[in-house]
């Protein structure tokens, strides 16, 4: 996997540099105001050649501050968006437009309509088995976004959950905690616009990435929280790290399914 | 104000729940078929039901909207043309579906089928409703976490028809936006498998240490609008939807006809207080969890949620179904315990709620006997007020 085909967040404005110099050169950065679950940076402290993680569910509120603000976003490489009203908006624009519709990119038609309609490329959502994904990137009328390495957002919320336990239960203000049931754990985040979670573990698709046809594949996509850039390096040079997710677990959705 | 056409759209996850929702007051209902609805564990309807309840509607100038809203895998697209040119032969008046391979299937194939764009959209601004108006959809179902604001923007920049939720149990996440049953139980939520993740409990730790002594919930309370429908109304909403394609006759007959009376009374400027804190009284007690409008006026917040786990009641306040009426006999199918004594309620389409105190029963046989025991047995019970077929008998709530 070349660097050159990574794209990275980016949490802290510190790593950028750091990624860099180890010959990364593809980087995504969540907004103020426009994101969710991610460190945030406000506009002009985001360097010009990034792409920008739009991905909120946006109010209208929200759209008309977007719009305010579309001429300096238009100085940008692209936007990774999950709203359909960012897509409205910047459709006949003159940047890239990169689907991601988090759970939605299940199927090749609908990532097909994206890519025939304006988008640059589209986000393969992370709950497929292996032998979806490929068809769905052998099937894509162009290059697609592939999710190798994360934590993914299970869960997005416009409630403020955890403020609301906090408040009830006479806490303090926790933020960034860990939810565990039985085998299952998770992350939760607050902030103004909602509450996110995520899986505990990251998931690991690198080694399943080389099985990929490259030349089908635009970006792939490291969704980071925590890990620096040592750690990516490792983990993109073999390091064990991280589980297998959905690669070989086909989700059912039948009860007569359910004991398979 | 003004008299246009408010849509009452009730849930029907059967045939009899369906004719129960027309009975009592819908307008509209929505189902799902045998494939591609969100409801994948419901009884749902075959194709030659889907038909026949097509039929049944159309003949009592009602509607029909079918729900294709599951987020597609490619194998799910196998047979979705022919599915989709049947909904359109057997004239459904609708779809209602999210997933944009499905809106591009009907285009394609000039399938001559109305698109309601579902809340698995999650649409809450006016620049999402315009790309979807675009391709075509005359009606958007609004995401239920749209405040007022949103949804007067929305129905102003917008034009099309308006849906919004009303009633019913809510997702704590945004609609489409959860996967916590994919990974908890390998059942795909955005497919119907929804496994309800977010009713159960959690340790709530920070560093690995647990900083509550109680469990984590993030079960929401149930939606519930009365205190806002004439708002909504005067916003430009269309239809006013009912969740609960899985909830029984009774929950159904009850919600219906309370919001019936109530949107009827808005219309005809008729609505009272009264009314309106003894519709609340009713819905309350008819759910098993507290309700609240949650996200209209405001950001839901403490109160509008459940933090200890489940919070629910079995309701067991349906006593009977009335079978029908004869010579001063109501014909009635028992289904929860009552019996000689009891003060019970009566109430049905076409009539006025009344009550009344049980002062006979006889059996099937027209043996007297004191108490009706026995789930689905008919028992006669004499009664001066003449009542409707399939009018319901209840526990007596509250004072009408």
């Known amino acids: 996997m070349e660097k050159k085909k990574i794209l990275i967040n980016i949490n802290n404005l510190a790593s950028l540099e750091e990624y860099r110099k180890i010959g990364f050169t593809n980087f995504l950065f969540a907004v103020e105001d426009f994101s969710i679950g991610y460190q945030a940076f406000p506009l002009d402290k985001i360097p010009k050649d990034a792409y920008l993680f739009l991905n909120r569910v946006m109010d209208s509120k929200t759209i008309d501050h977007l719009k305010e603000v579309k001429e300096d976003i238009l100085k940008y490489r692209g936007i990774i968006f999950e709203d359909l009203g960012v897509y409205n908006i910047f459709k006949d624009e003159n940047i890239s437009l990169i689907w991601f519709q988090n759970h939605f990119g299940t199927n090749s038609n609908s990532i097909n309509y994206y890519l025939d309609h304006g988008c640059d490329s589209a986000v393969i959502s992370n709950e497929l088995c292996g032998d979806e994904i490929k068809k769905i990137i052998t099937s894509a009328h162009k290059p697609l976004v592939f999710n190798v390495l994360g934590k993914n957002n299970i869960m997005y919320s416009r409630r403020k959950l955890l403020s609301n336990y906090n408040e009830y239960m006479h806490l303090d203000d926790y933020n960034d905690v860990t939810l565990e049931t039985n085998k299952n754990r998770f992350f939760a985040r607050e902030s103004e616009y909602g509450t996110c979670l995520f899986n505990d573990e990251y998931f690991n698709y690198i080694n399943f990435a080389k099985e990929l046809a490259d030349d089908k594949i635009k970006y792939y996509l490291i969704l980071n929280m925590d890990l620096n850039p040592e750690d990516i390096q490792n983990i993109l040079d073999g390091s064990v790290f991280g589980d297998e997710g959905f690669l070989n677990k086909k989700t059912v959705y039948r009860l007569e399914d359910y004991d398979r | ?400």
């Open chain 2, 1 to 400: 104000m003004k008299m246009r056409n408010i849509e009452l759209l009730a849930p029907a996850g059967t045939k009899e729940k369906m004719e129960f929702a027309f009975l009592y007051g819908a307008d509209a209902v929505y189902f799902g078929g045998h494939n591609y609805s969100l409801r994948a564990n419901a009884k749902n309807f075959s194709n030659e039901e889907i038909k026949e309840a097509v039929m049944f509607a159309h003949e009592r100038g009602k509607k029909v909207y079918v729900t294709v809203n599951i987020v597609f895998h490619d194998e799910d697209l196998d047979g979705l043309v022919d599915y989709l040119k049947y909904l359109s032969e057997i004239k459904v008046d609708a779809i209602i579906s999210s997933d944009i391979s499905v809106i591009d299937t009907i285009k394609k194939n000039n399938i001559d089928l109305e698109v309601h764009i579902s809340t698995q959209a999650s649409i809450m601004n006016y620049e999402a409703a315009l790309f979807y108006k675009n391709l075509g959809a005359t009606r958007i179902v609004l995401a239920r976490e749209c405040s007022k604001e949103d949804i007067k923007r929305i129905k102003e920049e917008m034009g099309l028809e308006i849906e919004c939720f009303m009633h019913g149990a809510m997702c704590t996440s945004i609609s489409g936006r959860c996967v916590l049953s994919n990974y908890c139980t390998n059942r795909d939520s955005n497919r119907g498998g929804c496994a309800q993740i977010c009713r159960w409990t959690f340790d709530y730790k920070k560093d690995g240490q647990k900083i509550s002594d109680e469990v984590f919930s993030m079960t929401p309370k149930d939606l519930n609008m009365i205190p806002y429908i004439k708002e909504m109304i005067n916003l430009g909403v269309n239809s006013f939807k009912i969740e609960g394609r899985m909830r029984s006759i009774y929950y159904v007959a009850t919600v219906i006809l309370i919001y019936r009376r109530l949107i009827d009374k808005i219309l005809n400027n008729t609505l009272t207080d009264e009314y309106k804190d003894y519709a609340l009284k009713v819905l309350n007690r008819v759910a098993n969890r507290e309700s609240t409008p949650q996200f209209f006026d405001k950001l839901p917040g403490v109160n509008e949620q459940y933090y200890l786990g489940r919070e629910e009641v079995s309701n067991q306040d349906f006593l009977g179904l009335v079978l029908d009426y004869q010579d001063g006999y109501a014909i009635i199918e028992e289904r929860n315990y009552f019996k000689v004594g009891d003060t019970v309620q009566f109430f049905g389409p076409n009539m006025e709620t009344f009550d009344y105190t049980i002062d006979n029963i006889m059996d099937e046989d027209g043996n007297v006997i004191d108490i009706a025991r026995h789930p689905q047995m008919i028992v006669k019970i004499k009664i001066d007020h003449e009542l409707p077929k399939f009018a319901m008998m209840r526990i007596k709530m509250f004072d009408i």
